[in-house]
């Protein structure tokens, strides 16, 4: 069965701290996998999409790693901002026209 | 801004009642999603329209139905509205299909039309 799931549900972290976010998936086959950042009450904005050979995509203080062997992503976020505080949403892309699922998310949220 | 619009923001609605939900995607773009997301879930899949047709349909039942227009802007319908459709509903239109004839994946949503159904 085709599944993405996120790990943690929620965090709490202060800010300037460094956080990482796990996405597990077990799509096949795999065309591509992307991370959302989602404002409460608002649409969700893409950070990174990563192909089957990127290892590693940085967006500012956004890194997300793929190992495509395994099947994880990552998304590390650097020197967090009260900003940072929503929630992240992993998606991976299977091959075909509507092979798209979607993690449940994780909830950051950024304390001063 | 993604250039996705998406209307009303909110509303509020009787079970029973049906309601028309509306996008207007980024110029360009020729592929519409249409997603559920209940409060602190990922978005659901309800259906995809290409073309002006029903390209993919996610576990919905027909009371959901769509339509996309010519100018590729597109409306969700529901009705006999259940207490469960209470959520936020998330349009995202993609660009046309590169040459291999494979979509990518890229999405941009809208900000969402939140539904509550009392």
């Known amino acids: 069965k085709n599944q993405v799931e996120q790990s943690p549900q929620s965090l709490i972290i202060l800010e300037g701290k460094n956080c990482t976010l796990q996405?597990?998936?077990?799509?096949?086959?795999?065309?591509?996998l992307r991370w959302y950042k989602q404002d409460t009450g608002r649409g969700p904005v893409s950070l990174t999409i990563m192909t089957f050979s990127e290892n590693t995509k940085s967006n500012g203080r956004y890194t997300a790693t793929l190992d495509a062997d395994t099947k994880q992503s990552s998304l590390h976020i650097t020197a967090s901002q009260l900003s940072d505080s929503a929630s992240y949403i992993c998606?991976?892309?299977?091959?075909?026209?509507?092979?798209?699922?979607f993690g449940t998310g994780t909830r950051l949220t950024v304390i001063p | 801004e993604t250039g996705v619009t998406q209307s009303p923001t909110h509303l509020i609605k009787t079970r029973g009642q049906q309601v028309t939900l509306r996008c207007s995607s980024q110029s360009g773009h020729n592929t519409v999603s249409w997603y559920q997301q209940a409060l602190g879930q990922g978005p659901q899949f309800i259906f995809q329209y290409y073309r002006e047709e029903e390209n993919g349909r996610g576990n919905f039942p027909p009371r959901f139905s769509g339509l996309q227009f010519p100018n590729y802007s597109s409306e969700l319908n529901v009705n006999a509205l259940e207490l469960d459709d209470s959520a936020l509903y998330l349009c995202a239109s993609s660009p046309p299909r590169r040459a291999s004839g494979l979509n990518t994946g890229e999405l941009f949503f809208g900000e969402g039309s939140r539904l509550t159904v009392l």
């Open positions: 998606v991976v892309w299977g091959l075909g026209a509507n092979n798209l699922f």
């Open positions: 996405c597990n998936y077990t799509v096949s086959p795999f065309s591509n």
